[in-house]
RNA sequence: GCUCGGGUGGCGGAAUUGGUAUACGCGCCAGACUUAAAAUCUGUUGGCCGCAAGGCCGUGUGGGUUCGAUUCCCACCCCGAGCACCA
């Protein structure tokens, strides 16, 4: 048997494969069968940056390209895609760095990208590859806005949104990190733009009650369910009165402690509060008693960043309005308003009562503000409120009038409902700001014009395809670099023929990726989205595997297009990805997260020609459980070659003339036995992701293999436990053992249930639940034979001289308890 | 602050409907082969006491339930992630 050489066996077998289109996924069988036999596994495509792959990036590759191998010689049609995902502000801000077109560079990383993922010898049907920025590719992307806006669910809005002044675009809320941009890290603003805006929150309450069927990490659920933050509470109406005589109003607040009401001892209105902008503007200034200085307050709060508004460790601040006040409707006393900016305007309805007795927030400003405290509600348990403490916890309440006495829980109804409020539910969730004003970006198919207004580009005319302009930096004004293309903006009105501008602004990032997955089912369609027979085929993604980061963004636009498209029935599953996998981060030797900061990127190219591809996959599923955060090692990147050499040397027997004898040390009988234990094992531990686990009980396998006598047979079965993980060599040996076929064909062995367990067994023997001995017995002996045989072992008869025993407990096949 | 994970040898980790803790791999140590080294192969390897036989202690800490707890319950400590002035 010759050397190993890893760097020849894996390009020949690359060529081979894909010279013969081995992975070309099966066309659909059209009958009702087939259905139950397909899987769809799917990767995070990547974006192609300049950077290049890491070690850490194919971790999640080779986890599904392991699990799809596997799934395919079970028999499964398996479909198992990559693309590319190359719109958005990291190729672009890569293509101005370089002084390239984003198009152009694009391109060049793409190509990269695929050399990269192929060295390392998955699967992909790349038949079936798509590239976000391909105009047939993006007319649907396109389409599917449009379908949003004929439903009402886009929307144009000059409200203040978050503003990245380095990257000089809007963003949406999912793309801040604590106040900053998430890519850039540049501190947001609040700024007045216009903008696209999609009505995500029309779908809150269902994309949080099917977050209970999803199959998916527990951490990125409650990451969704705190997102859309949920929560019902009351709308009640405080009645407000002016000083000078002015005509009475009301405001609504939202509060979910309706039974507090009889302590609320202020109204609190957030500074961008519509009531507050009225009062305070020219017509209506003499109402206040204050109003340059409350204009002056709410100028200096808009001059804050997110981060200052938002920091809830700060000190409050506020202004009382003088001149006017509220009628608390429990109590019918007056009660202060104030304008303060711990009040968030685009929450609940922009004004909240106050209670200071009752919420910390709101104790802290009374405190401050000398605004009255009233104690409403006591402990259940024990009744020694005191006060001069914020009790947040429900009771019973207090001084409440008529309320008084009844619980929280049951005040809560009772109370809003007396006042002439009504129950509410409210989320966190914002709509999703849809624009952006820069230039990589899918254009937005909408017209405006002078008679008509905002109107559709007709579908037959998609795509809107991204014009060539020579500056494509971005411009600062709120307009994105289209805007100074006169040539392009400058139409007629599909609908009136008339004068009209095309929209220019793009679509953020998010967009492509929102709806990729459904491409894959039938990327070549020109007339559809996707074909409805090749979608029942193939939805819903079976197995989805990516990285955590994508927890609140990504994976929540995905399911809301999804949803949308279930609504106008383009898709026939209520959501888009059953079972999610997160894979952890390899982070660098240090420890450190691999980055080229901090001069600890593995370059997977260098690893993979010292050690070959064979052995990188092996590592990287062998270092630890998939989804935890492990440092590269590359000492024991050697004991993974270590083991992949040894499955060749093991195979070497069989074409070495010499028919090298073993030194029969294990029993064949045992091996058998050994074989179909590690066949159940291998098979269920990929299909629950224990990709470490499979390879350590392959490895149990091979080491009692060296030692024993081994058919053809029983090696051809190792060989296909290994082929998902090294598929260059199993392909490599399978051939030398003289196959034909590929072994990625092949069918994954079945286990013998009734060979699984050994003739004899060793059953440990504890007294008083510590192990004291051990005896080996018949796997199928009687409770009292392994307990006599249990208490005529000479090293328990030891321990049991002078002792009187109470009870034996006999555990099948594990153990027998002596208490004395 | 709230929510969700997680804490096991020198290291990565294995084992939970409660049943022999430390599988597998790395490293270390010893041996074989070699002039020598590397590679490879074989063996040992949780801690403490002991010449040994053997014993005691051990899964973040302290309690509890149980014949038996890494696993279940209570309290606490530490690490990671998400959310956070959301009324």
Redesign the pocket.
């Known amino acids: 048997m010759k050397q190993y050489d890893h760097t020849k066996i894996e390009k020949k077998w690359q060529k081979q494969w894909a010279k013969k289109k081995l992975y070309k996924t099966a066309e659909p069988k059209g009958d009702d069968t087939a259905e139950n036999k397909k899987c769809y596994i799917l990767d995070m495509f990547p974006y192609p940056s300049g950077e290049g792959l890491h070690v850490g990036h194919p971790k999640g590759y080779i986890a599904t390209d392991v699990y799809s191998r596997f799934k395919r010689m079970q028999g499964f049609d398996v479909l198992h895609p990559m693309g590319f995902d190359a719109f958005g502000l990291p190729a672009e801000n890569y293509a101005i760095k370089n002084k390239i077109h984003p198009s152009v560079a694009v391109q060049k990383n793409i190509k990269r990208y695929k050399e990269q993922l192929e060295i390392i010898g998955f699967d992909y049907d790349w038949s079936r590859e798509v590239d976000t920025t391909d105009p047939e590719y993006y007319r649907w992307t396109q389409w599917i806005f449009l379908q949003l806006f004929k439903k009402g669910l886009a929307y144009e809005s000059n409200e203040p949104i978050n503003w990245c002044p380095s990257c000089k675009t809007g963003l949406a ?1 999912e793309d801040l ?2 106040g900053k941009c998430e890519r850039c890290g540049s501190v947001v603003v609040k700024k007045p733009i216009r903008q696209w805006v999609l009505r995500i929150t029309d779908y809150a309450d269902r994309l949080l009650k099917d977050i209970d069927v999803l199959n998916w ?3 990125i659920k ?2 969704q ?3 859309i ?1 949920r ?1 019902e ?1 009351s709308e009640i109406p405080f009645t407000v009165e002016f000083e000078n005589g002015g005509k009475p109003g009301s405001i609504p ?5 309706a039974d507090t009401l009889f302590g609320a001892t202020a109204l609190v209105l ?1 500074p961008e509060h519509l009531w507050v902008t009225l009062a305070t503007g020219e017509n209506h200034r003499a109402v206040l008693g204050n109003a340059e200085e409350v204009l002056r307050y709410i100028v200096v709060t808009k001059n804050k960043t997110e981060i200052e ?9 506020g202004v009382k309005l003088e001149g006017v006040w509220a009628i608390n409707p429990g109590t019918k006393e007056k009660i202060p308003i104030f304008v303060a ?5 685009d ?2 309805t ?1 004004a ?2 106050m ?1 200071p007795a009752h ?1 910390e ?2 104790w ?1 400003f009374a405190k401050k503000y000398n605004v009255s405290i009233k104690t409403v509600i006591t402990p259940d348990s024990v009744g020694d409120f005191s006060d001069g403490k914020c009790i947040v916890s429900p009771g019973i309440l207090i001084n409440s009038g008529e309320f008084s006495g009844i619980t929280s829980e049951e005040a809560k109804n009772k109370i809003t409902e007396s006042v002439g409020g009504k129950m509410v539910t ?3 969730l914002r709509d999703w700001v849809f624009s952006r004003q820069r230039y990589w970006g899918e254009p937005i198919p909408l017209v405006h014009c002078e008679k008509c207004g905002v109107v559709a580009v007709p579908e037959k005319e998609l795509p809107v395809k991204l014009p060539d302009v020579k500056s494509y930096e971005p411009t600062g004004t709120g307009e994105s670099p289209l805007a100074t293309i006169s040539k392009w903006i400058n139409i007629k009105c599909p609908q009136c023929k008339g004068k009209a501008k095309r929209e220019t602004n793009t679509m953020p990032q998010w967009a492509g990726s929102s709806w990729y997955y459904l491409r894959y089912m039938d990327p070549k369609n020109k007339k559809a989205l996707v074909d409805p027979k090749k979608e029942k085929q193939w939805a819903p993604v079976d197995l989805y595997v990516g990285g ?2 994508h ?2 963004r990504h994976l929540i636009y995905a399911r809301f297009w999804h949803k949308f498209l279930y609504d106008i029935r383009v898709v026939s599953t209520t959501e888009p990805f059953t079972q999610l996998k997160n894979q952890g981060l390899i982070m660098g030797e240090d420890g450190r997260k691999m980055s080229k900061r901090f001069g600890n990127v593995v370059n997977p190219d260098d690893v993979i020609a010292t050690y070959g591809a064979d052995t990188f996959r092996v590592y990287e599923m ?4 998939f989804e ?4 590269w ?1 590359p ?2 990147m ?6 992949v ?2 499955v060749w ?1 093991l195979v070497g027997r069989f074409t070495d003339s010499r028919q090298e004898t073993v030194d029969q040390k294990e029993e064949v009988g045992a091996l058998e036995i050994l074989l179909n234990k590690t066949i159940k094992k291998v098979g269920k531990d990929i299909q629950g992701f ?1 990709f ?2 499979a ?3 392959i ?2 396998l ?2 009692t293999m ?2 024993t006598q081994v058919s053809k047979e029983q090696m051809g079965i190792l060989l296909r436990l290994l082929a998902p993980f090294v598929p260059h060599m199993a392909e490599e040996l399978w051939s030398v053992l003289g196959n034909k076929k590929s072994i990625h064909i092949a069918s994954w062995p079945a286990f013998d249930a009734t060979k699984l367990v050994d003739e004899k ?4 023997v ?1 007294i ?5 001995g ?1 005896v080996v017995v018949a796997k199928d002996a009687t409770e009292d034979v392994v307990k006599k045989e249990a208490q005529e072992n000479p ?1 328990v008869v ?2 049991l001289q002078g002792q009187v025993i109470k ?1 034996i ?1 006999y ?1 099948e096949g ?2 027998v ?1 002596i ?1 004395v």
């Open positions: 809320n990190e604590d990490p527990e951490s409650e990451s369910r705190n997102w933050g929560s509470g607040v939202f509060t979910t402690r957030s508004r938002t920091d809830a460790g700060k000190e409050k601040t900016d711990y009040v968030l305007a929450y609940g922009g909240v009562m209670v919420d927030r709101d802290e409210k989320y966190k955590t980061e927890a609140t062998f270092m630890g459980p935890q955060s492990i440092a090692s000492q024991n050697i004991g993974s070659r270590r083991f050499e040894r040397k224990g470490n686990t390879i350590s009980s490895m149990i091979l080491n060296e030692k067994i060793t059953i440990a504890q008083n639940g510590k192990v004291r051990q090293e030891k321990w009870k407990i555990v594990r153990v308890n208490v």
